[in-house]
């Protein structure tokens, strides 16, 4: 993910608006050039490339399908999910706490392989 300046930095660097540094990114997505993420910055879309913006929750559950994981099965690490999504180990963390909580994944741990225990439907899945 390439992250384009702030709107502040584009005023400060180039001496335009605050307006005018907001309707050239609204153009940019408009052309489907650039998205916003959180915290009013904004990043470049690459072609055929389309960002999930679902809670990491849904995500990892989402894992049990794609995987096609059978209840009983390991579960992939906390360290391979921080690489297939882009986060950090402890944002991993509470979304496996919660899947746990919910009773989808058995309790992890050092040295301990997290298995499946149940496989959630779309509309099981627990909300942050």
Do not use: N, Y
């Amino acid at each position: 993910m390439t992250v384009l300046p702030s709107a502040a930095d584009i005023v400060r660097d180039h001496g335009v608006s605050r307006g005018v540094a907001l309707r050239v990114f609204r153009a940019l997505q408009a052309d489907g050039v650039a998205e916003p993420v959180r915290g009013g910055r904004w990043r470049v879309v690459r072609a055929g490339q389309q960002e999930d913006s679902r809670p990491l929750v849904d995500r990892i559950a989402d894992v049990i399908a794609e995987d096609q994981l059978e209840v009983g099965a390991a579960f992939p690490s906390a360290s391979a999910l921080c690489v297939r999504f882009g986060v950090s180990r402890p944002t991993v963390s509470r979304a496996l706490d919660k899947l746990e909580a919910a009773g989808w994944l058995s309790e992890g741990g050092q040295g301990k392989v997290r298995t499946v225990r149940a496989v959630p439907s779309r509309e099981e899945r627990p909300r942050p």
